[in-house]
């Protein structure tokens, strides 16, 4: 079963705006972690922010934010301020920690996000 | 400067050759990946390594073989029993299996004739 749902394959954002990238996910693990890694065109993954299931606050790294809803097993990405630079392919993940599946990543299938000028 | 090498970039392979695609960190990481990404997709797993002399398959193994002898390296085969292996992969690590962030190799885009 798909762990990783991102339903956005192709996101359009005026430079300057804020846009939201969604993610859900589906584990039984009470324990696992959130990442959200950014892929521009030349194909290296970028790290952009991390939030833990036990996190009581909403992770925020710079422009980036993760509204993280537990109940609701969402975990969408904010980035605020859009740039230029901004455009790549944005992946979100989960590691799960115990069990057989304990260390494993499981990523989404990512969303495109153009900025437009 | 620490990171995560991957060589080569590109590779060109004829149908049925076993190829092993180089993977090397030296950023004292326990936990090293491999993912297979196909044009507009997302990673898939195929193997990782926990510790040194260990690893586990991932959601898509067959076809591939790994070792861990070293803590920095962590070279992926792909083997001829490997159905469609054209695509680009990539090599990560982190700290731990556990929560850390993985950090990422450049890639190497395989190409099967």
């Known amino acids: 079963a798909q762990k990783i749902t991102q339903t956005q394959p192709g996101m359009f954002v005026q430079e300057k705006e804020a846009v939201t990238l969604d993610c859900t996910y589906d584990?039984?693990?009470?324990?696992?972690?959130l990442f959200w890694y950014k892929q521009p065109s030349s194909g290296e993954m970028i790290f952009l922010i991390y939030q833990g299931s036990y996190d009581q606050q909403n992770a925020t790294e710079g422009r980036y934010s993760l509204n993280f809803q537990k109940a609701r097993k969402s975990a969408n990405l904010v980035i605020s301020a859009s740039q230029l630079g901004d455009s790549a392919m944005y992946f979100c993940?989960?590691?799960?920690?115990?069990?057989?599946?304990?260390?494993?990543?499981?990523f989404g299938d990512g969303t495109t996000l153009t900025v437009k000028p | 400067d620490g990171g995560i090498t991957q060589s080569p970039k590109y590779l060109f392979r004829k149908e049925g050759q076993n190829v092993t695609l180089s993977c090397e960190q030296n950023l004292n990481h326990d936990a090293m990946y491999w993912y297979r990404q196909d044009p507009g997709q997302g990673l898939r797993l195929i193997y990782y390594s926990q510790i040194v002399n260990d690893f586990q398959k991932g959601d898509i193994a067959e076809g591939y073989s790994v070792s861990r002898e070293k803590k920095e390296s962590f070279p992926l085969t792909v083997t001829s029993a490997q159905k469609n292996p054209t695509a680009f992969y990539l090599c990560a690590s982190s700290i731990s299996s556990s929560y850390n962030e993985q950090f990422f190799g450049p890639g190497t885009r395989l190409t099967v004739l």
């Open positions: 993940a989960m590691r799960e920690g115990r069990g057989t599946n304990a260390g494993k990543s499981t």
């Open positions: 584990t039984s693990d009470p324990s696992y972690g």
